[in-house]
């Protein structure tokens, strides 16, 4: 991979610098053990608090349940709720042995009432048991990068070597707040018919943080004897959304606010890239155009503070030449955004059209066209 390096010296500011900066969690005065406030858009952590510390997360860990299924499962499939999974102890959706729901309502069930049952009867109908539901867990992990997380259970009841870390836990949840059925299910206030038609039960979501604070539209409680009061909370910005986690609070709702109130006073966001500019020209061969265009999927926002708008730094890292074919939006390099040496976001690059390899047709026209031209 060929590397430039790009320094901007100029980006368009698009609010107000605010000051009283807070710089320690001792001045933020959070009662948490652990604390992360990540910006979804840029990955970029805007405060952390003990982030990289190994905690349990009691029913978060239904975030990762709820994606896992989204993706691998249909959400019109009818499941039957077995024994097993009516009998899960702690918290319910109200689900009785024997009762035919879809998995859309399972899925409604698990992150608004955080439904213990909706979790194992979810487990055991994408992949048949909860251990191996549980590996297709951990391996979403590891492909998000929540590489300090551990899952043992879908449902998030204590257990032995089941863990995360605030850090982790924002990454998993900036990723599955992408997903637009993830994100309408986790803003659900309450709810008695979906996509698939009227439900058996009723749901309300018991995620104070939604009715508490302006914008707020999601995500996840949780509790248990060793985790605490915990809750990851999501709440829109003009450029995107706060993620916001708290693990083991004496006041979870008031740690979430502090860390947003924290964010939207000291942090300004600028215009890096616009999705219709071109980043680089790279050059292609074996294929019937010359070269493709790279962009970034989407407008580009970066939050910082206002005394580092003068340290950003870019660097490009993609191929000085790619070969046919060649697809439209198909990833051919990476864009990293540096503050001093500290890596604040990173963006995938993408090709701006479809462009075929050449057939033998293509290849005698060629001969022709050169022949002609001589």
Sequence with gaps: MRRIFIVIFSLFILSVPCLNVL?????????????????????????????????????????MTAIVAIE??????????????????????????????????????????????????????????????????????????????????????????HFTTANDLAKITAYAMKNDLFAKIVATKEISSG??????????????????????????????????????????????RYICVVLNSADRWKDA????????????????FDRNEIIKNIPLYGGTEKNIFAQTKSDLYLPILPEEKNKIKVELFSPSVLFAPIAKDEIVGNVVVKIDDSIISKSPLISDRDVRRKNFIDMIKDVFLRAVRK
């Design 23 to 63: 710089a320690n969690s001792k001045e933020l005065n959070l009662n948490c053990v652990a604390a992360t406030i990540l910006d979804q858009e840029s990955g970029r952590i805007l405060y952390s608090k003990n982030g990289n510390k190994i905690l349990p997360m009691a029913s978060t860990t239904k975030i």
């Design 195 to 240: 996509i698939t038609g009227p439900f058996k039960y009723s749901y309300n979501n018991i995620n104070k943080f939604l009715f508490r604070v302006d914008n707020s539209d999601g995500v996840k409680t949780g509790y248990t004897g060793n985790a605490g009061k915990c809750l990851v909370a999501s709440v829109r910005h003009k450029f995107g």
């Design 257 to 272: 606010e502090k860390l947003v109130q924290y964010a939207s006073k000291n942090y300004i966001f600028i215009k890096a």
């Design 72 to 161: 691998r499962g249909n959400i019109k499939d009818v499941v039957t709720v077995s024994t097993k999974a009516a009998s899960v102890p702690g918290s319910s959706a109200g689900l009785r042995a024997g009762d035919k729901v879809t998995l859309e309502e399972l899925l409604y069930g698990l992150m608004l009432k955080s439904g213990n049952d909706a979790a194992v009867a979810i487990a055991e109908h994408i992949a048949g048991n909860v251990q191996n539901f549980v590996k297709l867990m951990n391996d979403k992990a590891l492909e998000i990068g929540a590489l300090n997380t551990s899952f043992i259970t879908p449902h998030g009841l204590d257990a032995e070597d």
